[in-house]
């Protein structure tokens, strides 16, 4: 079992950078895809970006791409969200999520998720 833990949100300017970290516990870290997820009030849950097992591929929403950066540390137990150019409309609550496949996280199928933090972009 993997429990999952978000942190790093705020508010930042339009424009601006944040960067959401996901601690993740167990000793099984590496055998997990991950993602990121997104929801806005009023929204549905959106994918947002995944990795593989050991980070070698990514996938990224096309409202995320080149602006979106998500990557790994499966020695830290660690999954980092690096965002720069935040807009407004990428205001939503973040959630860090955990699965057996990447193509399933993509999907909008996993196994574990967190809390959530909740990042709040001003114009």
């Known amino acids: 079992q993997v429990q999952l833990v978000e942190s790093g949100g705020g508010l930042v300017q339009a424009g601006g950078s944040l960067r959401l970290s996901c601690a993740a516990s167990?000793?099984?870290?590496?055998?997990?895809?991950m993602g990121w997820f997104r929801q806005a009030p009023g929204k549905e849950r959106e994918f947002v970006a995944a990795?593989?097992?050991?980070?070698?591929?990514?996938y990224y929403a096309d409202s995320v791409k080149d602006r979106f950066t998500i990557s790994r540390d499966n020695a830290k137990n660690t999954m980092p969200l690096q965002m720069n150019s935040l807009k407004p409309e990428d205001t939503a609550v973040y959630y860090c999520?955990?699965?057996?496949?990447?193509?399933?996280?993509?999907?909008?199928?996993?196994?574990?998720w967190g809390q959530g933090t909740q990042v709040t972009v001003s114009s």
């Open positions: 990795i593989s097992l050991n980070g070698d591929i990514t």
């Open positions: 167990g000793r099984t870290f590496s055998r997990y895809a």
């Open positions: 999520v955990a699965g057996g496949l990447l193509r399933r996280i993509v999907a909008g199928v996993y196994d574990y």
